[in-house]
């Protein structure tokens, strides 16, 4: 069985300073791992994705994530916000390689970010 | 530019309608899938397909219906049987079942009158 939890369902950072989403997931498997962005009334955008190769997995408009397995973490940093990251965040887990057709999604966090 | 297009963007249903959500794709792609999202949840998983004329149901697919007669189309029908069916659906795709990452479109979003 799989799972994800986002510790945080609203974030608010001041522009130009750091941001730091947080997921934690469980697994039976090697997961793959994936952080989508989606801004109001759109799709979802791949940010990144872990697949069992480097634990620090680089993104998309300067994001980043790193895989811990000891804490079972994927967290999910910027070093400076923009006003353009505000967005909704979804962090998804896959125990299958590559992710397959089963995904569970986590319930996202609203990152807000001001002037 | 390849990609997902979904129609219409909004959509209202009259109780004890059916409504058709388009769903077309020019990616190439083999697999696709359906998801419903609400408020305050993740994603979850109606219906996806492997192929043309093959789909299978996902976590929650009573109340709906799909079909896949062609590659790069896979409309999904929202019964009279689905009691709550006001929510964001969003439509997917990926090169095959097992490889990703899904593609997704910009969604349709369904209210009831």
């Known amino acids: 069985a799989q799972s994800v939890t986002q510790l945080d369902s609203h974030v608010s950072v001041s522009e130009g300073t750091p941001v730091l989403l947080r997921c934690n997931y469980s697994?039976?498997?090697?997961?793959?791992l994936f952080w989508y962005v989606q801004h109001p009334n759109k799709g979802l955008q791949l940010l990144l994705k872990?697949?069992?190769?480097?634990?620090l997995v680089k993104g998309i408009n300067g994001f980043e994530a790193e895989f811990k397995k000891s804490e079972t973490s994927f967290h999910l940093t910027k070093p400076s916000a923009h006003m353009s990251d505000a967005a909704e965040y979804f962090c998804v887990v896959s125990d299958r390689p590559g992710g397959g057709n089963k995904l569970t999604f986590g319930t996202g966090t609203q990152l807000k970010v001001e002037l | 530019d390849g990609g997902i297009t979904q129609s219409p963007k909004y959509l209202f249903r009259k109780e004890g309608q059916n409504v058709t959500l388009s769903c077309e794709q020019n990616?190439?792609?083999?697999?696709m899938y359906w998801y419903r999202q609400d408020p305050g949840q993740g994603l979850r998983l109606i219906y996806y397909s492997q192929i043309v004329n093959d789909f299978q149901k996902g976590d929650i697919a009573e109340g709906y219906s799909v079909s896949r007669e062609k590659k790069e189309s896979f409309p999904l029908t929202v019964t009279s049987a689905q009691k709550n069916p006001t929510a964001f659906y969003l439509c997917?795709?990926?090169?095959?079942?097992?490889?990703?990452?899904?593609?997704f479109g910009d969604g349709t979003r369904l209210s009831i009158l």
């Open positions: 872990y697949t069992s190769a480097a634990t």
């Open positions: 997917a795709s990926s090169i095959q079942v097992g490889m990703n990452p899904q593609h």
């Open positions: 990616l190439n792609h083999d697999a």
């Open positions: 697994s039976s498997y090697s997961p793959s």
